[in-house]
């Protein structure tokens, strides 16, 4: 096992990656190249940041460990990709596990098998990005193919159907221009259905991360772009009800 993680930030108090309040422990690296990536500064591996022990992780994270005992929340590890770095965080999840901690990942899925199958053993909640149904465009817009996503988010429904898998709950990066339209909805619905998803969750394009890539000096083909809201998803949120699947 590496002896340190390449991380990016350490979030406290957040609510909206799982249940409760959280730490989110962001890992550097990503094999992906979304176009409306809103965290520039994850994708290159390189030690640009500071690198942290298990260890160091860990005294940051039980620091709150009230809160997430009053409110059900727990640590969540994210990126950039934390499967780039597998090995540390199996590691970090099996000591959050044995201080009782409820533990997610954030992630595109996108990993060798055997690296997915040893590390979803080790969590609560998978939180799993699925950016597109269709292969060649999910390249267009991620400069990667979704076949392994979509082949390890198959894996984690059966463990999960045979009870002795995490939760897992889907989540759509609506983005205009490349999955927003009705006609992706019914796509993603097509798929989740095909796969046996219910419930699933669509987080509504936003600019947030835009001065990143004027600071890193990056092309950021996003630029003007107007942010979606939840009100401009509600047609697009109406063919996942009208399907059965909770959105």
Not at 3 to 26: M, W, Y
Not at 147 to 156: D, G, R
Request: with cysteine; proline share 6%.
């Amino acid at each position: 096992m590496p002896d340190k993680a390449l991380l990016f930030n350490i979030q406290k108090f957040s609510l909206h990656d799982g249940p409760g309040i959280r730490t989110v422990v962001f890992f550097k690296g990503c094999p992906l190249r979304c176009r409306w990536c809103s965290n520039p500064e994850s994708w290159s591996p390189a030690e640009d940041i500071r690198s942290y022990t298990v260890e160091e992780v860990m005294k940051i994270c039980l620091q709150d460990r009230p809160f997430y005992e009053e409110s059900g929340g727990g640590v969540t590890l994210s990126g950039g990709e934390v499967l780039l770095q597998a090995d540390f965080a199996i590691t970090l999840l099996d000591q959050l596990g044995k201080e009782k901690l409820h533990r997610a990942i954030e992630t595109s899925a996108l990993a060798p098998s055997a690296v997915w199958q040893e590390l979803i053993n080790h969590v609560e909640l998978l939180i799993i990005d699925v950016k597109h149904y269709d292969r060649e465009r999910h390249i267009e817009g991620t400069a990667v193919s979704n076949e392994v996503c979509l082949a390890n988010l198959k894996t984690a429904l059966n463990r999960r159907t045979a009870d002795r898998g995490p939760n897992i709950l889907p989540r759509i990066p609506v983005i205009p221009g490349f999955n927003n339209s009705l006609e992706d909805a019914e796509g993603f619905s097509r798929l989740f259905i095909a796969l046996g998803i219910s419930r699933a969750e669509l987080l509504p394009f936003h600019q947030f991360g835009e001065k990143k890539y004027t600071d890193l000096g990056i092309p950021y083909s996003m630029h003007g772009v107007p942010q979606l809201h939840q009100e401009d998803l509600m047609e697009y949120r109406q063919v996942f009800i009208d399907r059965g699947i909770d959105v």
